[in-house]
Protein backbone atom coordinates (compact mmCIF):
# COMPACT_ATOMS: atom_id res chain seq x y z
CA UNK A 1 0.00 0.00 0.00
CA UNK A 2 2.91 2.63 0.92
CA UNK A 3 4.65 1.57 -2.41
CA UNK A 4 1.27 2.51 -4.59
CA UNK A 5 1.13 6.07 -2.39
CA UNK A 6 4.65 6.55 -3.16
CA UNK A 7 4.34 5.82 -6.83
CA UNK A 8 1.01 8.05 -6.94
CA UNK A 9 2.47 10.64 -5.47
CA UNK A 10 5.72 10.61 -7.67
CA UNK A 11 3.78 10.67 -10.38
CA UNK A 12 1.29 13.29 -9.47
CA UNK A 13 4.50 15.58 -9.15
CA UNK A 14 6.31 14.62 -12.83
CA UNK A 15 2.94 16.00 -13.95
CA UNK A 16 3.08 19.07 -12.44
CA UNK A 17 6.70 19.62 -13.07
CA UNK A 18 5.53 19.11 -17.08
CA UNK A 19 2.61 21.48 -17.12
CA UNK A 20 4.41 24.35 -15.22
CA UNK A 21 7.18 25.89 -17.45
CA UNK A 22 10.44 25.71 -15.99
CA UNK A 23 9.73 23.73 -12.67
CA UNK A 24 12.37 21.25 -12.00
CA UNK A 25 12.25 18.52 -9.32
CA UNK A 26 15.83 18.76 -8.47
CA UNK A 27 17.92 21.78 -7.23
CA UNK A 28 20.72 20.59 -10.02
CA UNK A 29 20.75 23.62 -12.64
CA UNK A 30 22.48 21.36 -15.14
CA UNK A 31 19.00 18.84 -15.18
CA UNK A 32 17.71 19.19 -18.47
CA UNK A 33 14.22 21.20 -18.24
CA UNK A 34 10.98 18.97 -18.52
CA UNK A 35 9.30 18.23 -21.75
CA UNK A 36 6.66 20.82 -22.43
CA UNK A 37 2.82 19.59 -21.77
CA UNK A 38 1.17 17.34 -24.18
CA UNK A 39 -2.41 18.61 -25.26
CA UNK A 40 -3.59 16.27 -22.54
CA UNK A 41 -1.57 17.22 -19.73
CA UNK A 42 -2.14 21.24 -20.58
CA UNK A 43 -4.21 23.24 -18.02
CA UNK A 44 -6.59 25.63 -19.68
CA UNK A 45 -5.42 29.47 -19.03
CA UNK A 46 -8.31 32.30 -17.95
CA UNK A 47 -8.24 34.23 -21.31
CA UNK A 48 -9.55 37.09 -19.09
CA UNK A 49 -7.90 38.73 -16.36
CA UNK A 50 -10.09 38.87 -12.73
CA UNK A 51 -12.50 41.32 -13.40
CA UNK A 52 -12.23 41.71 -16.99
CA UNK A 53 -15.62 41.21 -18.74
CA UNK A 54 -16.20 38.36 -21.75
CA UNK A 55 -18.95 40.72 -22.85
CA UNK A 56 -16.78 43.40 -25.17
CA UNK A 57 -18.77 44.72 -28.34
CA UNK A 58 -18.37 47.58 -30.72
CA UNK A 59 -21.82 48.79 -31.65
CA UNK A 60 -21.38 51.41 -35.19
CA UNK A 61 -24.84 52.75 -36.18
CA UNK A 62 -25.56 55.50 -38.83
CA UNK A 63 -28.68 57.05 -40.70
CA UNK A 64 -30.96 56.14 -37.71
CA UNK A 65 -32.31 59.63 -38.22
CA UNK A 66 -30.59 60.71 -35.09
CA UNK A 67 -27.53 62.59 -35.16
CA UNK A 68 -26.78 62.47 -32.15
CA UNK A 69 -27.02 58.42 -31.88
CA UNK A 70 -25.27 57.87 -35.08
CA UNK A 71 -21.38 57.00 -34.40
CA UNK A 72 -19.44 54.11 -32.62
CA UNK A 73 -19.95 52.77 -29.36
CA UNK A 74 -18.12 50.61 -27.05
CA UNK A 75 -20.36 48.37 -24.40
CA UNK A 76 -18.70 45.84 -21.78
CA UNK A 77 -21.30 44.05 -19.64
CA UNK A 78 -19.93 42.82 -16.08
CA UNK A 79 -18.81 44.96 -15.00
CA UNK A 80 -20.55 47.59 -17.16
CA UNK A 81 -18.26 50.02 -18.58
CA UNK A 82 -17.37 51.39 -22.36
CA UNK A 83 -18.89 54.99 -24.05
CA UNK A 84 -22.40 53.64 -24.86
CA UNK A 85 -24.81 55.95 -23.54
CA UNK A 86 -26.95 53.80 -21.94
CA UNK A 87 -24.45 51.12 -21.01
CA UNK A 88 -26.16 49.54 -18.11
CA UNK A 89 -30.20 49.43 -19.89
CA UNK A 90 -27.91 47.95 -22.87
CA UNK A 91 -26.56 45.03 -20.46
CA UNK A 92 -29.30 44.38 -18.61
CA UNK A 93 -31.55 44.19 -22.27
CA UNK A 94 -29.06 41.73 -23.44
CA UNK A 95 -28.84 39.84 -19.52
CA UNK A 96 -32.42 39.36 -20.61
CA UNK A 97 -32.69 38.26 -24.05
CA UNK A 98 -29.89 35.64 -23.27
CA UNK A 99 -32.10 34.04 -20.69
CA UNK A 100 -32.45 30.30 -21.72
CA UNK A 101 -29.24 30.42 -23.81
CA UNK A 102 -30.90 32.39 -26.10
CA UNK A 103 -28.81 34.20 -29.08
CA UNK A 104 -29.80 37.72 -29.21
CA UNK A 105 -27.44 38.57 -31.89
CA UNK A 106 -28.96 35.46 -33.94
CA UNK A 107 -30.34 36.19 -37.56
CA UNK A 108 -33.20 35.93 -39.29
CA UNK A 109 -34.32 32.84 -40.83
CA UNK A 110 -34.31 32.77 -44.50
CA UNK A 111 -37.52 30.95 -44.94
CA UNK A 112 -39.45 33.80 -43.04
CA UNK A 113 -42.97 35.53 -44.29
CA UNK A 114 -41.61 39.15 -43.61
CA UNK A 115 -44.33 41.90 -43.88
CA UNK A 116 -43.08 44.49 -46.93
CA UNK A 117 -42.87 47.57 -44.90
CA UNK A 118 -39.69 50.12 -44.85
CA UNK A 119 -38.61 51.26 -41.68
CA UNK A 120 -35.87 54.02 -42.93
CA UNK A 121 -32.08 53.93 -43.78
CA UNK A 122 -30.77 52.84 -40.69
CA UNK A 123 -28.06 50.19 -40.25
CA UNK A 124 -26.06 48.88 -37.30
CA UNK A 125 -23.16 46.52 -37.06
CA UNK A 126 -22.16 44.48 -33.86
CA UNK A 127 -18.94 43.21 -33.09
CA UNK A 128 -17.07 41.52 -30.36
CA UNK A 129 -17.46 39.34 -28.04
CA UNK A 130 -20.92 38.56 -25.97
CA UNK A 131 -20.96 35.27 -23.35
CA UNK A 132 -17.22 34.64 -24.38
CA UNK A 133 -18.60 33.76 -27.99
CA UNK A 134 -17.58 36.07 -31.13
CA UNK A 135 -20.07 38.46 -32.27
CA UNK A 136 -20.82 39.73 -36.29
CA UNK A 137 -24.16 40.94 -36.93
CA UNK A 138 -25.83 43.52 -38.82
CA UNK A 139 -28.89 45.11 -38.20
CA UNK A 140 -31.24 46.72 -41.30
CA UNK A 141 -34.35 47.95 -40.95
CA UNK A 142 -35.30 46.94 -44.70
CA UNK A 143 -38.39 44.98 -43.72
CA UNK A 144 -41.28 44.35 -40.86
CA UNK A 145 -38.90 41.95 -39.25
CA UNK A 146 -35.18 43.69 -38.97
CA UNK A 147 -37.83 46.89 -37.96
CA UNK A 148 -38.94 44.19 -34.81
CA UNK A 149 -35.35 42.82 -34.41
CA UNK A 150 -34.06 46.05 -34.48
CA UNK A 151 -36.86 47.42 -31.95
CA UNK A 152 -36.03 44.15 -29.75
CA UNK A 153 -32.06 45.37 -29.53
CA UNK A 154 -33.05 48.87 -27.89
CA UNK A 155 -31.20 50.31 -25.93
CA UNK A 156 -28.11 47.98 -27.23
CA UNK A 157 -29.39 49.90 -30.59
CA UNK A 158 -31.08 53.47 -30.56
CA UNK A 159 -34.29 54.34 -31.06
CA UNK A 160 -34.18 54.87 -34.82
CA UNK A 161 -36.86 57.46 -36.92
CA UNK A 162 -38.69 56.18 -40.04
Not at 82 to 89: F, I, L, Y
Amino acid sequence: MLRRLALTATASVATLLAVVPGASASADPSAPAPAPPSSEQALPLPLLEPGESSDRLTVITSRTGNPRADGTYELTCGPVGGSHPAAEAACDRLERLGEGGKDPFAPMGEDRMCPQQYGGPATAHIKGTWRGKPVDTTFTRRNGCEIGRWRTMEPVLPTARS
